[in-house]
């Protein structure tokens, strides 16, 4: 009988596939706490809502999630020396604007989709709703949304825009942009999900080492589960050192002399902020 130490450690990998984490080395990725798994895609983002200022912008496409079944998830490359987003030629750009001189609203946001040649018109977005009929936070469907053709593969119900928990370097949340095809045999809409980026002056259309590592891409299924699992960890160790100095500033008031008025000093201003994996699966809920 073999020794503990001569024996394969089955239980380290016992949560997930090797064969299958090798396979998604170079998809984006993360670690579900829920499902007990990694999942291939970008999680959608959690908490408040961004403002729609930032949701505002032009991007270019990174990364595109077919149906899970139908084929593998793939980079969405430009050409090298792409100087413009409106190449014919080119993987296309997606838009999100408002008026000029006015606050982007729910109601006056608009915008284009062009996808390799295809191109949409939307004009105002509302918030969707989960599996419990309730408003998500960070998921939007169009008011009106209209492919400029009737394209076999596209269809103009269903499509939806979703910001995502991982931000660009510059510290924006990449979008997803949902793309919904019509109904097959088996009678369900399937959709195409591609990921994108907020285009800079630098007019550089890819991803950073940094970003690819927020992404989750180029690592295995444990380096994944670990980075998740360490960034909770210290989150929580930050929340638990704020209610701490919360607690002795409380302290430190709670003993000030009696009719002793303490000044306040003026702070600077500050305004409020305002779902299908696979299990190799694109993006979130």
Same mark, same amino acid.
């Given at each position: ?20 984490? $090798? ?15 990694? &999942? ?19 991007? /270019?496409? &990174?990364?595109? /999630? ?5 084929? $593998? ?28 001189? +006015? ?6 946001? +608009?915008? +284009? ?8 018109? /939307? ?53 997803? /942009? ?14 195409? !999900? ?7 002056? +630098? ?7 940094? $970003? ?21 960890? !210290?989150? !929580? ?49």
């Amino acid at each position: 009988m073999a020794s503990k130490s001569d024996q394969p450690e089955a239980s380290s990998s016992q949560w997930y596939d090797p064969q299958e984490s $090798e396979q998604d080395l170079a998809h984006p990725k993360f670690w579900s706490e829920e499902d007990g798994e990694v &999942i291939v895609g970008i999680k959608q983002r959690s908490g408040a809502s961004i403002p729609l200022s930032t949701l505002c912008g032009t991007y /270019f496409w &990174i990364y595109e /999630f077919p149906e899970p079944g139908l084929s $593998e998830p793939i980079d969405v490359p430009y050409a090298p020396g792409t100087k413009s987003l409106h190449d014919p030629k080119g993987p296309g750009y997606l838009t999100i604007s408002c008026p000029r001189k +006015t606050n982007p609203t729910l109601k006056n946001i +608009t915008g +284009t989709v062009l996808l390799y040649g295809k191109r949409a018109q /939307f004009s105002g977005i509302k918030r969707a709703k989960d599996r419990d009929k309730n408003l998500a936070t960070n998921h939007w469907e169009f008011v009106s949304f209209k492919w400029k053709e009737d394209y076999d593969d596209c269809q103009d119900d269903g499509c939806a825009l979703l910001a995502l928990e991982v931000s660009d370097d510059e510290g924006d949340p990449f979008v997803m /942009f949902r793309s919904a095809s019509p109904a097959g045999r088996g009678g369900d809409s399937w959709y195409l !999900e591609l990921a994108a980026k907020k285009e800079r002056r +630098t007019k550089e259309y890819g991803l950073s080492s940094a $970003e690819m590592k927020r992404l989750g891409m180029q690592a295995q299924y444990p380096e994944v589960r670990a980075a998740a699992l360490a960034a909770k960890q !210290e989150e !929580e160790e930050e929340s638990e050192s704020e209610s701490e100095s919360e607690s002795e500033s409380d302290s430190d008031q709670g003993s000030s002399p009696v009719g002793k008025r303490r000044k306040r000093r003026p702070g600077p201003d500050s305004s409020a902020t305002d779902d299908r994996p696979r299990k190799r699966k694109a993006a979130a809920y």
